[in-house]
Every structure is written in C-alpha cells, then in structure tokens.
C-alpha cells in the first residue's frame, strides 16, 4: 500500500492536467482491493465514457505513466508498459488479430504521439519516440525513432 502511494505522489506530480490527474488516479486505485468495487463507477463513467478510453485493469503498467491528455487511448489487455512512459490521445496499443493474440510491450521511457497505433506482438525498445499519426507493427530497437508506416532512425539528442 505505501508503494502504491508512493507511485500515485509521483504520477499525480508529473501529470500536469487535470484529465490526466483524474484518469491515473482511476488507474492506481483500482488495483486496491477493498477499492476496486468502489471505483468501479467512476472508471466507467469517467473512463470509458467522458473520456473514451479503454485501459483494462489486466493491463501492466509500471511506475511514472504520464497521460496528458487521456482521451480516445485504446490499449488491449495482454500490453504492457513500462517505467516513465508517456501516452498522448489517441493512442492504439492493440494486436493483430490474423498473428498473435498479445499486444505491444513498451519498455521505459517511450514516449508515443497523439494518434499512432501500435500493432502486433512487438517490443519498443527503451528510450523510444513514436511520433504522432505513425503506425509502427515491427520491433523498435532501443533509441529509435519511428514516424510515418514503420520508418525507423536514430534518436539524436539535442
């Protein structure tokens, strides 16, 4: 319980709008037990209908999820994501429904523009930047960034 809230302080911290405050917090605590029923309501009124999300709760989501801006975010349930990654609207973590029956897995520090899917049983690399509209259904290698229809390069720090 104190590691859960020590991941709440710190998520609730670096999500600045009040959207992205709402939808962590929704997140967190329903994983605690004797809250999920009680929370329940509220992740589907607020989740899925205000703001038209769908994160189920078998989704792993690690410490540091920054959600600016929470909605129209679809993510399947055997995703998984890592340690201070961030998710603008829009977002599709889904599969490919003719390969494989997982999802993405995103590694720390991924940072994933508004509107991009990301398709299949793949892995994005740590320190990734998936730019807005892309549609990325192959593995990105650490330090990689991908724009446009699986279109990889080198991240140049600047």
């Known amino acids: 319980m ?6 709440l302080q710190y998520e609730l911290k670096i999500n600045s709008s009040l959207s ?8 967190r605590l329903e994983k605690v037990r004797f809250l999920k029923y009680l929370i ?26 920054r959600i600016p801006h929470p909605y129209g975010i679809i993510i399947h349930s055997s ?4 340690e ?13 429904e003719f390969k494989s029956s997982k999802g993405p897995i995103l590694e720390d520090n991924v ?27 192959k593995d990105m290698i650490e330090n990689q960034f991908g724009h446009g229809q699986n279109t990889f390069q080198d991240k140049v720090d600047r």
């Open 2 to 7: 104190n590691e859960l809230l020590n991941i």
């Open 20 to 27: 992205g405050k709402v939808a962590i917090l929704i997140l």
């Open 40 to 65: 329940l309501p509220f992740r589907i009124m607020i989740l899925n209908f205000w703001f038209n999300t769908e994160i189920p709760k078998s989704v792993t989501i690690k410490r540091g999820l």
């Open 79 to 82: 995703c998984s994501i890592g």
């Open 84 to 96: 201070n990654c961030t998710i603008f609207q829009g977002v599709t973590l889904g599969l490919n």
């Open 111 to 137: 940072y994933i523009g508004s509107k991009a899917s990301l398709i299949g049983e793949i892995l994005i690399g740590k320190n990734c930047l998936i730019a807005a509209h892309s549609l990325i259904t």
